[in-house]
């Protein structure tokens, strides 16, 4: 059975960090790239970083450059998103997904095959 878990969310002050994992079962790395997207209250969905499975490459929505940062571990199947200097405008609901193969618009939700459940990171004093 094909499921994405989220784990790694919660309550963290302006400056601080965390680190959400996403537990990947039923498929490989080797073969699905995984992005990660969040979503505010009333707005829409949007890619925050994505990890391709061709090559490793990375990429970042320019919102999170510098700050973010996604690694995988193929032998453990899982993929992180270490988060730091964490902004309120970061808090929303966080979703990993995975796409197999390496699509050519990372960021198009569309493109993925299967999601988890989503972790809620909020960002306040």
């Known amino acids: 059975q094909v499921q994405l878990v989220e784990f790694g969310g919660g309550l963290v002050q302006p400056g601080g960090s965390l680190t959400l994992s996403c537990a990947i079962h039923?498929?490989?790395?080797?073969?699905?790239?995984i992005g990660w997207f969040r979503q505010a209250p009333g707005k829409e969905r949007e890619g925050v970083s994505y990890i391709s499975s061709r090559d490793g490459s990375t990429y970042y929505a320019d919102s999170v450059k510098g700050r973010f940062t996604i690694t995988r571990d193929n032998g453990a199947n899982e993929v992180l998103l270490q988060m730091h200097s964490l902004k309120p405008e970061d808090t929303a609901v966080y979703y990993c997904?995975?796409?197999?193969?390496?699509?050519?618009?990372?960021?198009?939700?569309?493109?993925?095959?299967?999601w988890g459940q989503g972790t809620q990171v909020t960002v306040s004093s």
């Open positions: 039923g498929f490989t790395l080797d073969y699905y790239s």
């Open positions: 997904a995975a796409e197999r193969g390496s699509g050519p618009d990372w960021s198009d939700y569309i493109s993925y095959d299967y």
